[in-house]
Each structure stands twice: as C-alpha cells, then as structure tokens.
C-alpha cells in the first residue's frame, strides 16, 4: 500500500480559475478513491496541467523529485487505443515512456468527453430542455467514438439548451457534468477509465 497518490492530468485550460474548477468536478467523479484514500490516511492530490504536454511534464518531474509517491499521468488518448497506455502515449507523442511507467500512466479515451457521453441520462439533466440526445452516437463502447466526434456530438446535442453548446463553455460544462455522472455508468462503457479505478484501488489496498 502506497502512503501518497498523485495524479497529473490534462485539462482546465490556461488559467488557475479553470484548472481549479474542472479539478473540482474531477474529484468529485473520484470520490470513491478520494474515501478510500482518507479512510486509509493516504495523501492524495490532483494536479491539473493545463495542456498534455505539460501532463506529461508535471509527471515526469515528479518521477523523480518524488520516488516514494506514487505519480499518475492521466491524459487524453487522442486517437484510437490498441496498446498499453505507456505504449500508446510513446508511439502518440513520442515521450520515453518505459514499461515501468505501465500502471502509473491512463488515458481519458479517446479524451474525457467519452466519460461524459456514457451517461446520457447525466447530460439530459444537467443540459435541461432543448437537449437532443439522438445525438449522441449509441454505443456501448465510447472509446471506439472518435475524439472530435466527441465534442461534436455533445455540442450538436446541447445548441438548443438555454445552457449553450458545450464546446462554447467547454471547462465550466465538462465541470459541472464530471460532478453529476454515475461513475458506474461510465466504468462500464469506457474500459480505461474502469481500469484507472481498479489500478488506483489495488495500489490502495
């Protein structure tokens, strides 16, 4: 069992003000582990970076100013997963990623907007009237979606909302919509992120 958890992930822009917000609706779709980890007495911080590269940065430092922690990388896939997260982020964006880094790097597949779409039922509350959930591509895998289907699909189903088109408010949405999905739901229909659970709970156990 670990006595720390760190995860680096991509998301919330440029600013602190957005990088604070989505890093709010993050751990609230990680409160299982954040209880877990309390439960425990076991330090637990997320970090976001902004951009992937800066992800990965993060990450990397970390690596190595901080050995006896245990440093996630949690980004987007980008495109199409058929490898090992470390394997996929090597071959994706050419980092030096080595087999030791295998259950220490995840992938939001093929970005976060996947995790959003696997509960519908989550975006029609919280898009209200106006919100057209044909369409949204059904699928019982989200990961297979590609990425810029993904926003596309979401911005199409929520431009008649009185809340807008997601990719218009996209931090302040993917915030709020992270802290209302049934974690379950997306376990389910998006197999890394089920993975990052159960790579985060064995580490705590």
């Known amino acids: ?9 991509e998301g919330g822009g440029d600013s602190q003000t957005g990088r604070d917000f989505l890093s709010k609706g993050l751990s609230t779709f990680l409160r299982d582990l954040v209880s877990i980890a309390r439960s425990k007495n076991m330090r637990w911080k997320l970090v976001a ?3 992937r590269g800066k992800a ?14 245990f440093n ?4 987007d896939a980008e495109s199409p997963v058929k490898l090992p997260a470390w394997q996929h982020l090597k071959q994706q964006d050419n980092w030096p990623l080595a087999q030791e880094f295998d259950s220490q790097c995840h992938l939001m597949a093929q970005a976060m907007e996947a995790w959003f779409i696997a509960d519908v039922n989550a975006l029609e509350k919280y898009f209200g009237q106006g919100f057209t959930a044909n369409s949204i591509p059904p699928t019982q895998n989200v990961e297979q979606i590609p990425k810029d289907r993904l926003t596309a699909a979401l911005s199409e189903a929520s431009r008649q909302t009185q809340k807008g088109k997601y990719k218009d408010k996209k931090i302040k949405h993917a915030g709020e919509i992270l802290q209302i999905l049934n974690v379950a739901k997306v376990r389910d229909a998006a197999p890394h992120c089920d993975l ?10």
């Not at 940065?57 to 050995?67: D, M, N, V, W």
């Not at 990052?196 to 709970?201: A, E, G, H, S, T």
């Open 1 to 9: 069992m670990v006595k720390e958890i760190r995860i680096y992930w």
């Open 196 to 205: 990052l659970f159960k790579k985060l709970m064995e580490k705590m156990n």
């Open 72 to 75: 996630v990388l949690l980004v």
């Open 56 to 69: 990965y940065e993060s990450f990397q430092l970390a690596t190595k100013t901080f050995p006896e922690v």
């Open 49 to 51: 970076c902004g951009s």
